[in-house]
């Protein structure tokens, strides 16, 4: 007989981090995030330490379970709790599927910045794993940080990544002067780069050579 299972609750969550809270420490972490967020001050491994029980607890709960506590997570007015979420669904990916994609990207609007951003960026990928499901909707969505997401998405990919929707999705973005799409088309690229370093040398010396500079700076850090 398979063991009783009680799903732990925001209130764990709650009761586990509160404790930690660090006053003298949240202003700086506050200010990083540009004064958009309030912090308990709790540094990232001091975190994760503190929550690993309550993610090890979580290994039999369903995507509906995890997406609903992420929700609540995400409603909560300290940072830390959004990462708390980020920490539980990653731990947890292998429990989603493409359907939980809109739950995900509906997160992706809420307190959108690039920490939460590129964190649900991950998750996504890991998800898809070598598929690219609402990916070319996310590419044309009206909110950028959705936009990111797109390209962002097969980060770590390595020999699975579609080297024809990169190269199309960096091209796709480059008239935009978002910072945060700038920067996120020559992060992928120079992510690839690491695995297809020729052909994204031949891409930004060719159909990418007109991308902005913020974006051929990045792509070419490491060639």
Not at 55 to 64: F, K, N, Q, S, V
Not at 123 to 145: K, S, T, V
Not at 182 to 205: C, E, M, N, S, T
Request: charge should be neutral; include cysteine; glycine fraction near 6%.
């Amino acid at each position: 007989m398979g063991r009783f299972f009680i799903m732990p609750t925001t209130k764990d969550i709650i009761s586990t981090l509160a404790p930690l809270a660090d006053s003298t420490r949240a202003p700086a972490m506050r200010a990083y995030m540009r004064d958009q967020f309030e912090f308990l001050g709790i540094a990232t491994p001091e975190r994760r330490s503190a929550l690993r029980s309550i993610i090890r607890e979580l290994r039999d709960a369903g995507a509906p379970e995890l997406i609903g506590l992420a929700q609540e997570l995400w409603q909560l007015p300290e940072r830390e709790y959004q990462y708390a979420a980020l920490d539980i669904m990653a731990a947890n990916w292998k429990s989603f599927s493409a359907a939980e994609l809109p739950h995900l990207m509906a997160l992706v609007r809420q307190k959108s910045w690039w920490d939460s951003v590129d964190g649900l960026a991950g998750i996504i990928g890991d998800i898809l794993r070598g598929e690219h499901d609402g990916m070319d909707e996310a590419l044309a969505h009206g909110d950028f940080w959705v936009r990111r997401i797109a390209l962002l998405h097969q980060l770590g990919w390595r020999g699975r990544t579609d080297q024809e929707r990169l190269f199309r999705y960096a091209l796709a973005c480059a008239h935009e002067r978002e910072f945060f799409i700038q920067k996120a088309i020559g992060w992928a690229l120079r992510d690839y780069a690491r695995h297809a370093p020729d052909a994204v040398r031949a891409f930004l010396a060719g159909p990418g050579a007109d991308l902005p500079a913020l974006s051929l700076r990045e792509a070419a850090k490491h060639l």
